[in-house]
């Protein structure tokens, strides 16, 4: 596996499109745990609003890390009410929060999210508003949430706003988590749909040369790019450091999928190949 990959990749079988069943995103869940795949960061995001309905489904032997995923208007006692569920849960163990505030409520509602003692993720319900949040953060101990993509065409933002979020999160030391869009490691249009995708690989390689202190145009072209083979190389050119800075910047990323990132990164040659999703529910 390479470094640049490894624990890259949060289980989202909750959201859409996949939008799992409960039951059988836990049982997805447990197949993954089960079969260790190293790129998988082994947590389960869940809605804040459905940890009653988690916390149902649960056998008494599972134990899970849990992503608690508060969206825009979650108040701040229902995010601690969720907590607190998930701590008297010996079945359960809180690995981070993701909340939704602008940039200018993050005074209110980012202490008692930094309260519950967990990495924290914050993101800007007005996309436009991301670098702006990503300077907002910076020095508070709390991380960017970057929305890559969505149900509409409109929700997957264009090379260069993410290439901008990425280039003010890394001047800021501020850690980067992604979400929604990136079921495929290289940029693509889906014929279904018509929308096109940012990639998972495109994503880590503009985190690194972000990082490396690349121009704006550098990091977007790494977004933009479309050239699988290309993108593989360089990835495997990153030397140790600047993988470890690439990963220090961008921490995971949320997908519906398990099972299609480790399979793409196997067929460029950056991990092993593991079971299909089908083979393993």
Do not use: W
Not at 96 to 106: G, K, M, R, T
Not at 180 to 205: E, K, S
Not at 225 to 250: F, I, K
């Amino acid at each position: 596996m390479s470094p640049l990959l490894a624990a890259l990749v949060d289980d989202a079988g909750l959201f859409p499109p996949t939008a799992l069943p409960m039951r059988e995103a836990l049982v997805r869940h447990r197949h993954d745990l089960a079969g260790g795949d190293p790129m998988l960061t082994h947590r389960f995001l869940c809605p804040v609003d459905r940890i009653d309905e988690l916390r149902t489904g649960l056998a008494d032997d599972d134990r899970i890390a849990l992503g608690l995923i508060a969206s825009a208007g979650i108040s701040d006692t229902a995010l601690a009410a969720a907590a607190a569920k998930v701590d008297a849960d010996p079945r359960l163990r809180l690995a981070l929060v993701e909340i939704a505030c602008e940039p200018s409520d993050l005074d209110a509602a980012l202490p008692a999210a930094m309260a519950l003692g967990t990495p924290v993720f914050v993101e800007s319900p007005d996309r436009a508003d991301t670098p702006r949040l990503a300077t907002v953060l910076a020095g508070r101990g709390a991380g960017l949430k970057i929305r890559c993509g969505g149900v509409r065409a409109a929700l997957f933002p264009h090379p260069d706003e993410v290439a901008a979020a990425l280039v003010t999160a890394a001047a800021g030391d501020v850690p980067v988590k992604a979400t929604a869009g990136l079921h495929h490691a290289v940029r693509h249009r889906d014929p279904a749909t018509g929308f096109t995708h940012h990639g998972f690989l495109n994503l880590v390689l503009a985190a690194a040369r972000a990082a490396a202190g690349g121009e704006p145009g550098a990091v977007t072209a790494a977004l933009a790019s479309t050239d699988g083979p290309a993108l593989a190389a360089e990835a495997v050119s990153l030397s140790p450091a600047g993988t470890a800075e690439a990963r220090r910047l961008l921490r995971a990323y949320g997908s519906c999928s398990t099972a299609t990132p480790p399979a793409e990164a196997a067929a460029f040659g950056l991990a092993p190949a593991y079971p299909t999703e089908g083979q393993r529910s």
